[in-house]
């Protein structure tokens, strides 16, 4: 099989998606009366957002409170509540502008796939509603039929994403050198590790940070959204 001479890497939230899905899956759990408490669930998800968009949280914060929303539940009763969250929440904001994007890649035969900091469960059937086949995501650990709260291995996220993207390319019979050119899209500050390795970064609905970084860089930066909510 002739080996693709082009990598493409796709940011999942706010940049495929107008929305974070781990925000919103942990708003749906809350407002669905699903993690004990309600408010004080939707109280520290915001908090912990607003630390995410300045770069300013660590994957123990982040993970520790959003595996913790899984942990220990049966995993019948966690895909029952996925399934809903995205009927409601997800398949209603995958954009044609999103899917004309992974397509164009998809057509010039390069490898493409999503690297993301939300966990496996969560991005898992988002992947596949985009029709991306290939999917680098925050492991969470699992014992028998229930999540731990951990993480296993390590988190796609920051810096991680360069070690999770090199491992997934070996398991390929591949490295980073092979590739003529990789693309990275991404709209966070926290991907900047992972952008600045790749030959073509492209600030996708950028924050403000990242947009800052870009024009200093001459990076390219492209809106796929034409609105962008807060979270």
């Excluded at 004080?40 to 929303?69: H, I, K, P």
């Excluded at 999103?98 to 390069?110: F, N, S, V, W, Y």
């Excluded at 992947?127 to 699992?142: C, D, F, K, N, S």
């Excluded at 039929?145 to 997934?168: C, E, L």
Aim: include cysteine; charge should be negative; hydrophobic fraction near 40%.
């Amino acid at each position: 099989m002739t080996k693709p001479q082009n990598l493409a890497l796709f940011d999942l939230d706010h940049t495929l998606l107008p929305l974070d899905s781990d925000y919103h899956w942990a708003d749906f759990l809350a407002r669905s009366g699903h993690v004990g408490d309600p408010e004080t669930a939707l109280r520290r998800n915001d908090e912990l957002m607003q630390r995410y968009t300045e770069g300013n949280l660590s994957a123990e914060e982040s993970f520790g409170f959003m595996l913790g929303l899984i942990a220990h539940r049966p995993m019948a009763q966690l895909q029952q509540w996925h399934d809903e969250f995205m009927e409601k929440i997800i398949l209603p904001a995958i954009s044609d502008e999103a899917r004309a994007l992974l397509k164009k890649h998809q057509q010039a035969g390069d490898l493409c796939a999503i690297v993301t900091a939300t966990n496996e469960f969560v991005t898992a059937p988002i992947a596949q509603a985009l029709g991306v086949e290939h999917l680098i995501a925050t492991i969470p650990e699992r014992q028998g039929d229930q999540f731990t709260g951990r993480v296993a291995g390590i988190a796609s996220y920051q810096a991680g994403k360069i070690t999770r993207v090199d491992t997934w390319l070996a398991d390929l019979g591949h490295q980073r050198d092979d590739f003529e050119r990789i693309w990275f899209y991404s709209d966070s500050i926290n991907d900047l590790p992972l952008m600045e390795i790749v030959s073509d970064p492209v600030a996708t609905n950028p924050c403000p940070q990242l947009r800052a970084h870009a024009q200093k860089n001459d990076w390219q930066i492209i809106e796929l959204f034409s609105e962008h909510p807060t979270q």
